[in-house]
């Protein structure tokens, strides 16, 4: 991994390509191109903090916003610290259907799996 790589990590969330494929997916399904998938942290859950992902058409004030082929991924000011690093991925497998989010920030999580610390 090259320094520019390392810097880009640690700079914002990151999108896999089937995430970015299911959120281009659901987008298309609502009929709005003027939607975002924004990613924050809030308090609550088992562990602390807990995650939530939706579609916003807000844009607010100190908005971290990366674009992955189309797909723009918002996160708040306050959640950025949370999520540096984290990757946001979409599994579709016979155990599990949904999105996942691996976040190497996070030094501890609850059973279920919702929230982290």
Do not use: H
């Amino acid at each position: 991994m090259t320094v520019q790589d390392e810097t880009t990590v640690e700079s914002g969330i990151l999108l896999t390509d089937a995430a970015a494929a299911k959120v281009k997916g659901l987008l298309e399904q609502e009929g709005r191109d003027d939607l975002a998938l924004r990613v924050a942290v809030q308090p609550g859950g088992c562990s602390g903090l807990r995650y939530q992902l939706f579609f916003d058409e807000r844009s607010l004030d100190g908005d971290v916003l990366k674009d992955f082929d189309g797909v723009k991924v918002v996160t708040d000011r306050m959640s950025a610290p949370y999520l540096g690093g984290a990757t946001v991925d979409f599994v579709d497998t016979i155990e599990k259907q949904g999105f996942t989010i691996d976040n190497p920030n996070a030094t501890g999580s609850c059973a279920c799996g919702d929230s982290f610390s």
